[in-house]
């Protein structure tokens, strides 16, 4: 379970949601075993569900509650004040280094107990304020279908680095 902030005209965070940000084990263990890139793991159809979006203003992004159940049994359940880089930090390091543009979304990171998936789990996250009401920011609920089906051995493409 993730803070997900989308960008505004400033590069600023103007909408937030909850996020999950899933990787495929399986094929970014045999990506890695090929020699490609791991990034396929986590491009997959479906592979980042976020809840319903709301703005950020007037909301202290280092004061969230982040927390998700699978099949009704806590898994994560922590605060983005526990962060190890704030929001506006990560933002900041980002834009430096690669060409963010308003609108584009940037994931903040996971707390502690990430687990396998598995077909069947019902998996519901949600993001509240920290002293708040209780009521959630941003909640969703989602059903696991199926794990991704990429075909390693058919994505092959010329090493971008070796002179023709």
């Not at 103007?14 to 990506?31: G, W």
């Not at 004040?81 to 060409?99: C, D, G, H, K, S």
């Not at 696991?144 to 092959?156: Q, S, T, Y």
Request: charged share 20%; net charge negative.
């Amino acid at each position: 379970v993730e803070l997900a902030v989308q960008l505004g005209p400033d590069l600023k965070p103007v909408v937030a949601a909850v996020a999950l940000d899933l990787t495929a084990r399986d094929i970014q263990a045999e990506a890695k075993r090929q020699g490609h890139p791991w990034c396929l793991s986590k491009s997959f159809a479906g592979s980042c569900p976020m809840g319903p979006r709301f703005l950020t203003a007037g909301i202290d992004l280092q004061a969230l509650e982040l927390s998700i159940e699978v099949n009704g049994a806590a898994r994560q359940h922590s605060s983005t004040e526990l962060m190890i880089f704030p929001v506006a930090q990560i933002v900041a390091y980002l834009t430096q280094r690669f060409p963010l543009a308003p609108g584009d979304w940037v994931l903040t990171g996971t707390p502690a107990g990430v687990e396998r998936l598995s077909p069947g789990d019902t998996v519901a996250a949600s993001l509240r304020q920290l002293g708040g009401d209780g009521g959630a920011l941003s909640e969703a609920a989602w059903r696991v279908v199926a794990g991704p089906e990429i075909d390693l051995d058919a994505w092959r493409h010329p090493d971008p680095w070796v002179a023709s």
